[in-house]
């Protein structure tokens, strides 16, 4: 048994240990939403969404530190990289904390925006921002040195942490379930830190980084930043404007549909983390970009098409297994739900393939297409299925142009 074990570990490489883990996670994140529906009222889950946009909303954030963190592990080495990672660390902490006491200041003010039942839970759920933050960094790091190994159990730790504690706190404790929500979500972000090296916070010998590499990692953050903020406009506004606009059980309905529809964005996210780092390095030696490209786009690709064609043909058994029957009203509208987030799947492969190569304007046009879509469901929100048609729009167009931009940008670079 032992020989067999090892021979396994010997032909499974490192990236494909990190997808197979990076599925596992996504399972585990999966199920937390899953248990959470069945557990509790569509209008008491309509505040859990908000928890979890929250925390989605946090990871895009936080995402800036942590892509910025691997394109420079990749280009930096020996004692400017530890400088460069103590100088991050040192940047994030300070951030984390300004958007934790934000959110806490805010809180009164949060729970009447979006109809929820407590404020105690953006006050806890503040607390815990700054580890995020620095989990961020941390993971940054390891995807940057691609020590996958490392990077897997920094999210399976998080997960399972958020997974047992949030379930078995509601099942056996009496507590408001949005306050016990916030409580796993924060106590998960210390689990995340594990693997963590502090001296990388306090490296001592800190040399100065050159102007040309300080305007580089400037230029990148800013533009990071910007498409970051685009991901969570396309990602949670939908949610957080149903919650705001509709009543909490039709806000609830809403959150499960958002939940199945979403599944194929969170299978295509371990191919951005394999991405970046790869364009990187293969720019760096020189080598061409575009097969990997064409790699994961097939992938997503795929794996978009299978959901697709399951939503069609077995939506109201989909909806029933997963939340019940309580849910079930929304499975006319969920294979258009993963339509169009299947669209911008794949259009996020390409925006984060031109953010490794320092091109951004398919990053400004995601950012415009954001914006697009939050103002369409703005002004057209009569039904949840008018929600739903706004975003197809915007994001068939949105993949329709970033398809064009790479097309004719391959065209220059064979013409030149």
Request: aromatic fraction near 12%.
């Amino acid at each position: 048994m032992t020989t067999l074990i090892n021979g396994l570990k010997r032909k499974v490489s490192s990236e494909q240990f990190f997808m197979i883990s990076v599925l596992a996670v996504n399972g585990g994140n999966y199920l937390y939403n899953l248990i959470l529906g069945r557990l509790l009222e569509p209008a008491q889950f309509s505040d859990a969404a908000v928890l979890i946009t929250f925390l989605l909303v946090l990871s895009f954030a936080a995402m800036t530190f942590q892509l910025v963190t691997a394109k420079f592990s990749v280009l930096f080495e020996n004692q400017l990289f530890k400088s460069f990672i103590s100088r991050v660390y040192k940047n994030a902490i300070v951030v984390g904390i300004v958007l934790g006491v934000l959110i806490i200041l805010c809180s009164s003010q949060l729970q009447e925006l979006f109809n929820t039942s407590s404020s105690k839970m953006f006050v806890v759920f503040g607390c815990g921002v700054p580890l995020y933050f620095l989990m961020s960094v941390n993971r940054g790091i390891f995807q940057g040195k691609k020590e996958l190994k490392s990077l897997s159990t920094t999210y399976q730790a998080e997960m399972l942490s958020r997974l047992l504690l949030t379930i078995g706190l509601i099942l056996l404790f009496n507590i408001e379930s949005s306050v016990v929500i916030a409580i796993g979500i924060l106590i998960s972000f210390i689990f995340g830190l594990l693997p963590f090296k502090f001296k990388n916070i306090i490296y001592k010998n800190s040399l100065s980084i050159g102007e040309v590499d300080v305007k580089d990692i400037r230029n990148f953050f800013i533009i990071t930043a910007f498409y970051e903020l685009t991901q969570i406009i396309i990602n949670n506004s939908d949610i957080l404007l149903v919650k705001h606009y509709f009543e909490p059980h039709e806000a609830g309905l809403y959150a499960s549909l958002a939940l199945i529809g979403r599944i194929v964005y969170f299978v295509a996210w371990m191919f951005v983390m394999l991405l970046l780092p790869t364009v990187v390095k293969l720019k760096k030696e020189g080598k061409e970009t575009a097969p990997i490209l064409f790699k994961y786009v097939g992938y997503i690709a795929a794996i978009s098409i299978t959901i697709i064609i399951a939503c069609v043909s077995f939506p109201e058994t989909i909806i029933n297994v997963l939340f019940g029957s309580n849910y079930t009203s929304m499975a006319p509208l969920l294979w258009k739900y993963a339509l169009a987030t299947s669209m911008f799947a794949i259009s996020n492969i390409f925006a984060y393939y031109y953010l490794s190569l320092d091109k951004y304007v398919p990053v400004i046009i995601s950012g415009v297409f954001g914006m697009l879509q939050m103002g369409l469901v703005i002004v057209y929100h009569n039904n949840l299925e008018q929600v739903v048609h706004m975003q197809i729009i915007a994001m068939v167009l949105l993949l329709v142009i970033q398809i064009t931009v790479f097309k004719v940008s391959q065209l220059k670079l064979k013409n030149a």
